[in-house]
């Protein structure tokens, strides 16, 4: 008696269990709840051989179907990893080739773009320097004609000197000859005043002389 409500237990244990599985056989729920359902009286009496060997039999064929329920599960779920595996490795290899492809065109595209700015700054740089070379041309020939100039300049002042120094030492000696001249002049002038005044002189004293004779004739 003790024994056949311990497997009523355990059944109505497994009754529960199956209840709340989704895929399970039919037949092996109808078998559970059949042997539940029969009276307590009828249980007791065949407490014996007969209800543990069918209690047995429907354990073992709830075993064969949780079996057959796991395998079946797990050949779907090896089947459903395997597809979401491929599916996954094929959506990394699409995203990856869309990835490589976009990182490709862009790096072309900003290598076309660093090509074409390191080719301008080229031109540039070399457009610089044959401007440098022009400017340090010009600029040489520049600092050629200032020093030219310079130099021009500076015996232009030299001939400027020069001939102020001869103009000067000329109206030196002008000044010198004229002032000779004059003294010469004014020597040769008071000589002929000298000269003149004599002559003037003898010349009243011969009128006086004369005229003193006629007084003295009329007076006579």
Not at 31 to 38: A, T
Not at 44 to 69: H, M, N, P
Not at 163 to 192: C, I, P, T, V, Y
């Amino acid at each position: 008696k003790f024994s056949a409500i311990k497997h009523l237990n355990k059944m109505c244990l497994v009754a529960t269990i199956l209840t709340n599985i989704k895929k399970f056989h039919f037949k092996t729920v109808i078998q559970v709840f059949f042997v539940l359902k029969r009276p307590s009286s009828h249980l007791e009496e065949e407490a014996g051989s007969t209800v543990g060997s069918k209690v047995q039999s429907i354990l073992e064929e709830f075993r064969a179907d949780i079996s057959k329920v796991m395998q079946t599960r797990k050949e779907r779920l090896e089947c459903l990893t395997s597809y979401h595996m491929k599916e996954s490795q094929h959506k990394v290899e699409q995203l990856w080739c869309s990835y490589h492809s976009q990182r490709q065109k862009v790096t072309q595209q900003y290598s076309q773009q660093v090509s074409c700015a390191l080719q301008q700054w080229e031109a540039e740089a070399q457009r610089v320097k044959k401007l440098e070379e022009r400017f340090t041309i010009l600029l040489a020939q520049q600092q050629m004609v200032l020093r030219q100039a310079r130099a021009a300049e500076a015996q232009k002042l030299k001939a400027i000197r020069v001939l102020f120094k001869q103009f000067g030492k000329n109206m030196e000696d002008m000044d010198k000859s004229h002032q000779a001249f004059l003294q010469e002049a004014q020597q040769e002038l008071r000589k002929e005043m000298v000269t003149l005044l004599k002559k003037i002189t003898m010349h009243t004293q011969r009128q006086e002389m004369a005229t003193v004779y006629k007084s003295l004739q009329s007076m006579l």
